[in-house]
């Protein structure tokens, strides 16, 4: 299938979103990159019919189209999965695939016929599963093969994929791969939206960058490279973009012993020193998070001990919370904010004390500190009454990260900090990450399923495997070679 933008234009609230976009994609996998905000999603909404263009037209296989609706862009083959999976998790996998397009038998639903149809698409997509069990028992990654089902029901000729792995294991994400390339070699096309650059080059035959609204260029992915696409994305080259940290204290100031919990992680022991960035590696499901959490006191362990300062730490979130402890989780949009409260109100949510006066809640306080934090972690944003659910997300993370340091922590635990983030932003987080290590001498525990990030931003790396800390290395030591063969259960 070829689509063709042709001098697209959208404008919202007097802000120019898609400045006379020109851009032609070809069939197979193509691949659509910009930071957030660049109008990537915007212009797929105006292609599937969420949104009319202000002005412009795009031409499907030649013929002019504009779609009123969803439903009218499904009739032609156009689907959009978006990046919150559209399955309602409490109806079963056969009725999310067959949802407001049931087969009937007189006026009863043909039960036995959309069971057989649900299997047969899902088989083919090498997911064998009961379709009669509630979505919700099933993992994101199997959600994702529903939507992709859903779409092979409807005769899908294009497919749009708005960050397809951000929740995938490495085992899901395999799959989703082989799934993408079978549907481009039965002749399908797919646009995929994504900031992992690893993903694009291993998935795309051709890359299309869009920054600030304006599209500037398509390329052949034989003929561009990781620092050309970050260029175009970025409108700069990004040199160094884990920066260089310098200081680091011999000061203990977390000890973890033996810490366990049934059937998630056992024996866990390391020492955290102040201004150090600890990061922890490992494949999906080896227990980091978990840990984490163990620490931090929202899931509590079953043995073991915490040490803060040489002191023992009651394991419970307040009591955490009240020691200087904070945690930054993988989830943020389910764990880290209300994306329907405003900046000043998301900000001042970890510690209301700050903000009140004899239980009174001092507006020209609160307002005092959210600018302090936007002015310090440069959150772009139109006022303090900007609506979390209306920012990139990358402002969206510094917002949590800004909800945090409400509490001046003297330990910061930060769990997939920048998934879902794009390049530009990502490099001002690490920024933001050094300059608390060496400024006001930060302790962070740094998760991540990105070993780039870790290695390029870690003192010393714990690798995890199975529930168990496999070593610990230091910077000069951590290898992406040596990192996977403990993350995969090799010796140190």
């Not at 939206?193 to 080059?201: K, P």
């Not at 970890?350 to 002015?375: R, Y």
């Not at 991540?448 to 003192?459: A, I, K, R």
Request: hydrophobic share 40%; proline share 2%.
């Amino acid at each position: 299938m070829k689509i063709e933008f042709v001098n697209i234009n959208k404008t919202f609230n007097g802000v120019k979103v898609l400045d006379n976009i020109n851009m032609v994609i070809n069939g197979g996998v193509h691949a659509l990159m910009g930071e957030n905000g660049a109008g990537k999603s915007t212009l797929m909404k105006i292609l599937t019919g969420v949104y009319q263009a202000d002005e412009g037209l795009i031409k499907i296989d030649g013929s002019v189209k504009k779609y009123a609706h969803p439903q009218d862009a499904e009739k032609d083959g156009i689907i959009f999965i978006y990046q919150e999976l559209n399955i309602l998790p409490n109806m079963s996998v056969v009725d999310n695939i067959f949802l407001n397009k049931e087969i009937k038998k007189g006026i009863f639903l043909n039960k036995k016929v959309m069971i057989k149809e649900s299997e047969a698409l899902l088989e083919k997509l090498g997911l064998n599963i009961d379709v009669t069990k509630k979505a919700g028992h099933y993992s994101v990654g199997q959600q994702q093969i529903m939507e992709i089902a859903k779409a092979l029901k409807e005769d899908a000729k294009l497919i749009i994929m708005d960050e397809p792995t951000a929740a995938l294991s490495d085992k899901e994400t395999n799959l989703l791969f082989k799934i993408i390339n079978d549907l481009k070699e039965e002749g399908r096309t797919i646009i995929y939206i994504s900031h992992r650059m690893e993903e694009i080059f291993a998935l795309a035959q051709e890359i299309s960058v869009l920054r600030d609204g304006k599209f500037i260029a398509t390329k052949s992915i034989r003929d561009t490279n990781k620092e050309e696409l970050i260029k175009m994305m970025v409108g700069r080259e990004i040199h160094d973009i884990y920066p260089k940290k310098n200081y680091c204290s011999n000061d203990v100031i977390l000890e973890v012993k033996d810490l366990s919990k049934k059937k998630q992680y056992h024996n866990i022991s390391f020492q955290l020193h102040k201004g150090e960035i600890l990061g922890f590696a490992g494949l999906m499901g080896s227990g980091r998070t978990e840990v984490m959490h163990g620490i931090f006191g929202s899931v509590p362990y079953d043995s073991g001990e915490i040490l803060l300062n040489g002191e023992k730490l009651t394991n419970n979130i307040s009591n955490s919370i009240n020691n200087n402890i904070a945690f930054i989780t993988e989830d943020r949009k389910a764990q880290g904010i209300i994306t329907e409260f405003n900046v000043r109100d998301n900000i001042i949510l970890t510690n209301l004390a700050s903000v009140t006066s004899n239980n009174i809640l001092m507006k020209s306080k609160q307002t005092k500190l959210s600018h302090n934090f936007i002015e310090k972690l440069n959150i772009k944003c139109s006022s303090l009454n900007h609506l979390l659910k209306k920012m990139s997300g990358g402002n969206q993370q510094k917002v949590v990260i800004a909800k945090w340091l409400n509490i001046e922590p003297r330990i910061l635990i930060m769990d997939e900090p920048t998934r879902g983030v794009d390049v530009g932003a990502k490099q001002e987080i690490y920024m933001i990450i050094k300059e608390l290590c060496e400024e006001h001498d930060l302790a962070i525990i740094l998760v991540s399923s990105e070993l780039p990030e870790v290695m390029g931003m870690s003192d010393r790396i714990c690798i995890m495997n199975e529930g168990e800390l496999m070593g610990i290395l230091n910077k000069e030591e951590a290898t992406q070679e040596h990192i996977m063969n403990l993350a995969t259960g090799g010796k140190n």
